[in-house]
């Protein structure tokens, strides 16, 4: 059974720029969420979506933007994107089966020059 | 406000040795608590999983405890290996939801 996959991998995007990342969850996950990992800060909860509704939202500017399609797979999307952005961006999938155990992805590493 | 500890941050031990890793959380109302290996530059793997209502989980050479009493889980690694070498992160769930409270994780080092 095929994990959780994130692409791209890498990127470099210049500050202003926008971008998106692709998360595809385990087959049969219905929920997906993401987060996003800085040496400074951790790890922060950025959204969580199930059955194509955001569920949760994190703490974080208007800039940050997900959605879910209706096989699961979602999208996150940083408009204007600053220096503060580079980060690891984590996405985990999930059953929903009542466990709460999440599976993650090798993430998106993005670097804001 | 939950807050979620792991203490200590780092932790340098020979190849062979048993080791304990700790996680405090603040609010004993948990869902559950899960552990996580990162390795550098990797992502998250799912170590173990344990529900409020059991008191440990163990997989292979790795046995997590859980006292919501007290606010503490413990991850005990048998027999270390080189291969051990990782930060591993604990985290509780907000509510019962998905949106998980990390704590900032014990960078482990086995040396051989």
């Known amino acids: 059974k095929a994990g959780v996959t994130q692409t791209p991998r890498y990127l470099i995007k210049t500050r202003g720029q926008q971008v998106t990342l692709s998360c595809s969850p385990i087959s049969g996950h219905r929920s997906v969420s993401w987060y996003q990992q800085t040496p400074g800060q951790g790890l922060q909860f950025l959204f969580e979506?199930?059955?194509?509704?955001?569920?949760n939202k994190g703490n974080f500017p208007g800039r940050f933007s997900g959605r879910q399609f209706s096989n699961s797979r979602s999208e996150m999307n940083v408009s204007t994107l600053e220096l503060g952005d580079s980060a690891l961006y984590l996405c985990a999938s999930s059953l929903f089966d009542g466990t709460g155990e999440l599976f993650f992805g090798e993430g998106s590493r993005l670097t804001v020059l | 406000k939950q807050e979620v500890t792991q203490i200590p941050a780092a932790l340098s031990v020979p190849e062979g040795e048993n080791l304990v890793l700790n996680c405090s959380f603040t609010d004993s109302a948990i869902y559950n608590l899960q552990w996580f290996r990162q390795d550098p530059g990797k992502g998250l793997t799912s170590l173990l999983l344990?529900?409020?209502s059991q008191r440990e989980q163990t997989s292979g050479r790795l046995n997590a405890s859980l006292d919501k009493s007290s606010g503490r889980s413990t991850l005990y690694i048998a027999a270390s290996q080189p291969g051990d070498s990782a930060t591993y992160l604990c985290?509780?769930?907000?509510?019962?939801?998905?949106?998980?409270?990390w704590g900032a994780g014990t960078k482990l080092i086995i040396k051989p």
């Open positions: 985290a509780v769930p907000m509510d019962s939801n998905y949106q998980l409270i």
């Open positions: 979506y199930f059955s194509e509704t955001q569920r």
């Open positions: 344990i529900q409020s």
